[in-house]
């Protein structure tokens, strides 16, 4: 005490100088290099918005080419990486396996971990880039035991990642214009979220100096958990166990009992005390993905929107400026597309990546020193052994 300041939860303390993405929370306000996310969803695309985290500028058209034709230099992974699947069980969590298998891609690529060069960083962000969603994809082969499908160049980012999930090689899988749009805005709504726990995860194991896989490895176990990426996951077993309209109001009382630890997933946010704005897009990309599909009476939607309505005039709900977040519509959108539950983390996890990039990057880029948090000692005072 007196020495430094008590914070548990870090609710007061910026631990750092960003560039990269502004919220402001009361308001519902979220830029990424001054662009609202809002006007991003609608114009930009997601490998647009990596180049723009990176590089704190949107890149010109030629700069775009150039940038879009290294990404998918970079897209497949190294042939023994498919070997090390065989280790794991069918019936794996495909984050687990994103944990292992991210974090050993440091193994792979020796020729680009010098942290203090530019350039070795920037190779690294590509990789990364590049690599998540042909990784992603493996899991879910994986996991229902079809082939690994090759990356496919000629693709755009967002339909490249739904041929390996969807394809196979007796069958092409081509996704219409309106389910390709849907991911890659899902990708790019989740990009980046400043200091949240798995950002902060990946910039305190990297001012270590560890090298980047690693530093992603750590972001994706931080983000696995329900309170942050795991939420969308959560939102959807939620939804499936509320089962009937009728069935909201139990719920909602239970999110409200102090003694029992239920909440309502997909719903508060730490920085956000308004409408999380990613969640509005959320929702209307929704509306037009299940219109796309002809199931817009798609039973869960109706759930989750009355949910809504009811959990927001509820006094409960109101006090505590609770409100829906990114997390709350995006799982209907992944289970319309036919993603499976347990893979919507890995596609936070994918998405997130360029955040997390992004943040080590502006961390090894400007003068910096190793993280280290203090505590507060509530343990024994010192006292002998017993003899
Ligand atoms: N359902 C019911 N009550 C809630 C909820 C909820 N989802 N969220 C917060 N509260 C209550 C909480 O019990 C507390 O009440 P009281 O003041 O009476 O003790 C009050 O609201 C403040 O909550 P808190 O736990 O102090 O808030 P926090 O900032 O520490 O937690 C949160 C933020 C996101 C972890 C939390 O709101 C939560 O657990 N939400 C559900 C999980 C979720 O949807 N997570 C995704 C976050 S967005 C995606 C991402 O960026 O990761």
Redesign the pocket.
Known sequence: KGLFTYDP?F?STAACESKITYIDGEKGILLHGGYPIEQLAEHSDYLETCYLLLNGELPNAEEKEKFVSIVKNHTMVHEQMSHFFNGFRRDAHPMAIMVACVGALSAFYHDSLDINDAHHREVCAFRLIAKMPTLAAMCYKYSIGQPFMYPRNELGYAENFLHMMFGTPCEEYKPSPVLAKAMDRIFLLHAD?EQ???TSTVRLAGSSGANPFACISSGIAA?WG????G??E??LTMLEEIGDEANIPEFIER??D?EDP?????????VYRNF?PRAKVMKATCDQVLAELGVEDEPLLKIAKRLEQIALEDE??VE?K?YP????YSGIILKAIGIPTSMFTVI?ALSRTIGWISHWNEFHSSPNRIGRPRQLYTGPQKRDYPA
Do not use: C, E, I, T
């Open positions: 939860g609710v979220h949240n726990a798995s983000l329900p309170a942050h990426g939420a969308n959560a939102v999110a409200k102090p239920f909440r309502l997933m997909g719903f508060g946010h730490r999380d409960y709900f505590r609770l977040n990114v997390d709350f936070f």
